[in-house]
Nanobody, 119 residues
């Protein structure tokens, strides 16, 4: 079983920056993908960014040019650098890992961390 532990959330003013961290109990180099999702009140959970095993990175259109995902294979940690934050970015952010099994893929989630962008 894979455990994901997040940190770095908090309150920030519009235009500010935050960096989220997700520490994995597993070796992320072997995962099919790692990434971040978010869920705002009254809205569905949405994909923010995903890094595949082939190092391809996809971003939601709403965060392109502002957010940057990265992966540290030594520390087994995934990061999300968030710049020029907007009130619309306010949400609970979840770390996600997709891990291959012998016959199927398993999805694991972090506990979630609150990001609030407000003046």
């Amino acid at each position: 079983q894979v455990q994901l532990v997040e940190s770095g959330g908090g309150l920030v003013q519009p235009g500010g920056s935050l960096r989220l961290s997700c520490a994995s109990s597993g070796i992320i180099f072997t995962f099919n993908a790692v990434g971040w999702y978010r869920q705002a009140p009254g809205k569905q959970r949405e994909l923010v960014t995903e890094i595949t095993r082939g190092s391809k990175i996809d971003y939601a259109d709403s965060v392109k040019g502002r957010f940057t995902a990265s992966r540290d294979d030594v520390k087994n940690t995934v990061y999300l650098q968030m710049n020029n934050l907007k009130p619309e970015d306010t949400a609970v952010y979840y770390c996600n890992a997709r891990v291959h099994g012998p016959e199927q893929e398993y999805s694991y989630w972090g506990q979630g961390t609150q990001v609030t962008v407000s003046s």
